[in-house]
């Protein structure tokens, strides 16, 4: 077992197969927690991320789940249990809700199926899982929604997949209020525009990367290792008189 | 070895043993940084400095040269200023009926202006990739009744974050406020030592406690290390930020907020 801040923990992180969450399953990971790397479709990027993590001396197993559907829910929670078990634990003492699906469009271009299948796995899958996990964190756990920077202003061109993430924002706002007498803390960590391949076709347009990384103070674009630190604090016993917050980590997007 | 390893740290406000500003150094120096402690009185500051190996250098947080010698008595004894605290604070109370404009003006000079001045010139010495951390309070997003002249300082010195994180974010230069809601710090002894005031408190806090220096201890070392966070005003409040803040007339004790000490 890793020596850290998390050490003799045990993580979830949904949609770890690649990007941020890969970063964050790394990060906690080294942090000592050992991580259940959750993947939706892409079973050989979970692998690839826990082979990563072990390399590196940590401890990880690999489960997944369709969070659209309720089946797809119980079988991941099958899989959590029996993968805590397999590495002695019982509890999940950090669930970090990382898994999500983006999309453009103005309101005209949203058609059903895209506003169900973003509503389906962003809002509903979270709260979902969310719900059914819960009776398995302790006393003194975390829950930590990664939600984005599009759900605190007006994004116009993406308008379904922003109102998905303020609505996660909303849940962790309630949830902390409800979870709070049992010393569970739940905040989010809302990155903005990050480099990785969820937004691949603008970080191929130089001029949208130098547009989008203009907007940040700090004058450039993020990288999943700017945001994975901060769900680490989060996670851990130094951010535990931090609960209900959307924190922005985004370079300061949104000043001006 | 420490997150904050050849960092030199400047904490302004570190006045009181089981302080807020005290705990902010202790963390800031226990992660490995070179700290720098500041407040009016040198003999407490000694005793700090003392004990986490650092340099005290008496301040006044409302007086502007003195905040610059800071600056400058930092830059000479380590070399440079990676991350700039300011606890420092000026508790002036009254209604907006009655409350002399004089002490109103006073609250800005601390709560605000001193701000203004420590942002400037820490920022002007601070190395690139820098973090500034502001105290503010929970009572400049959530009104207390009787806190107005020292909320609405406080809420300045918010909007100031902003400015500062677009200003100085060039430089890679992270400014950030935290906002805490009630502590139990030694000032504060005397309004939690009547019997059911902390309970009115709690009832308020999701995490259903009273805050302590030490957790803000911990949350300042963390925006004071490597992370993309910045002009953002983060309440550490145990989740009283969701709620509210207890009234006056809820509490147990005569006149709670009306003391000018906490």
């Known amino acids: 077992m890793m020596m850290g801040k998390l050490a003799g923990k045990s993580a979830l992180v949904t949609g770890a197969s690649r990007g941020i969450g890969r970063e964050i399953a790394l990060e906690l990971a080294r942090a000592g927690a050992t991580v259940g790397v959750h993947y939706g479709e892409r079973l050989e990027g979970a692998e690839e991320t826990a082979r990563m993590i072990r390399e590196a001396g940590g401890a990880a197993f690999v489960l997944g789940g369709d969070l659209r559907s309720i089946d797809g829910i119980e079988r991941m929670l099958a899989a959590l249990a029996e993968g805590l078990a397999a590495n002695g634990f019982k509890a999940l003492d950090i669930l970090v809700n990382n898994a999500g699906i983006g999309g453009g469009g103005s309101i005209g271009d949203v058609t059903v199926e895209k506003l169900d299948n973003l509503i389906g796995t962003n809002v509903r899958g979270v709260f979902l899982l969310t719900q059914r996990a819960i009776s398995r964190i302790p006393d003194g756990g975390r829950i930590i929604n990664i939600t984005s920077m599009v759900g605190l202003a007006a994004y116009p061109g993406s308008i379904a997949y922003a109102l998905t993430k303020a609505a996660q924002n909303s849940f962790t706002a309630s949830l902390a209020v409800e979870l709070g007498p049992r010393g569970i803390t739940v905040n989010g960590v809302a990155p903005g525009a990050t480099d990785t391949d969820f937004i691949a076709a603008l970080m191929a347009q130089p001029a949208l990367v130098k547009f989008y990384g203009d907007k940040a103070a700090l004058k450039r674009i993020g990288k999943p290792d700017d945001i994975a630190p901060v769900v680490a604090f989060l996670a851990s016993d130094e951010g535990r008189w931090i609960t209900g917050q959307v924190i922005e980590a985004s370079g300061g997007m949104h000043l001006e | ?262």
């Open chain 2, 1 to 262: 070895m420490g997150t904050l390893d050849g960092k030199v740290a400047v904490v302004l406000g570190a006045s009181a043993a089981g302080g807020t500003g005290w705990a902010v150094a202790e963390h800031l120096a226990a992660a490995g940084a070179k700290v720098v402690v500041a407040a009016r009185r040198r003999e407490p500051l000694e005793e700090l400095a003392a004990k986490i190996g650092g340099l005290a250098v008496p301040c006044d947080a409302g007086k502007k040269e003195q905040v610059a010698a800071l600056a400058q008595a930092a830059h000479q004894a380590f070399g440079g200023i990676d991350i700039a605290v300011n606890s420092a604070a000026r508790p002036v109370m009254g209604d907006i009926a009655t409350c002399a404009i004089e002490l109103v003006q006073k609250s800005l000079d601390v709560n605000f202006l001193g701000h203004v001045n420590f942002v400037r010139e820490m920022g002007a010495i601070m190395r690139d990739d820098g973090s500034i951390v502001l105290i503010s309070t929970s009572s400049a997003s959530q009104p207390v009744p009787y806190f107005f002249p020292y909320a609405c300082a406080k809420a300045a010195t918010d909007c100031l974050v902003r400015y500062a994180a677009l200003e100085y974010g060039p430089r890679g230069i992270r400014v950030n406020s935290i906002l805490p809601g009630p502590i139990k710090t030694d000032l504060a002894a005397h309004i939690f030592s009547v019997p059911g005031t902390e309970e009115v408190f709690e009832r308020e806090i999701a995490l259903r406690r009273v805050g302590v220096p030490d957790d803000f201890g911990r949350i300042v070392a963390m925006l004071a290390g490597p992370h993309y966070i910045s002009g953002v005003n983060i309440p550490t409040s145990g989740g009283m930020h969701l709620t509210r803040s207890p009234r006056e007339d809820e509490m147990p004790g005569e006149g709670t907020f009306h003391s000018d000490r906490s």
